[in-house]
């Protein structure tokens, strides 16, 4: 069974900087684009970051040029490193894979909190 763990976030100033790790067990993120993803409060879970297999990568706009989504095969962990931090991206942060079906999707894990506030 594929464990999902996120870490990193907590409390931040805006413009301050966070970076995120996701550990997985059970399963390789090698062979997966994989995602990271992010629930506000009263909001529905948005897509933030994508990277392939291959080491591309794609951003949502509200993101784009802030963040870097990246990977380290050997530990099996994705990485989001967020700059410039504004207050509207305050919100509970997952990993995952990236693909739209169920079945491709790992157990969600228990997401890390940011809160970007003065």
């Known amino acids: 069974q594929v464990q999902l763990v996120e870490s990193g976030g907590g409390l931040v100033q805006p413009g301050g900087s966070l970076r995120l790790s996701c550990a997985g067990s059970g399963s390789s993120f090698r062979f997966n684009d994989m995602a990271w993803y992010r629930q506000a409060p009263g909001k529905q879970r948005e897509l933030v970051a994508v990277i392939t297999p291959n080491g591309g990568s794609a951003y949502a706009d509200s993101v784009k040029g802030r963040f870097t989504i990246s990977g380290d095969n050997a530990e099996n962990t994705v990485y989001l490193q967020m700059n410039s931090l504004k207050p509207e991206d305050t919100a509970v942060y997952y990993c995952?894979?990236?693909?739209?079906?169920?079945?491709?999707?790992?157990?969600w894990g228990q997401g890390t909190q940011v809160t970007v506030s003065s």
């Open positions: 995952n894979t990236a693909y739209v079906s169920r079945s491709r999707q790992f157990p």
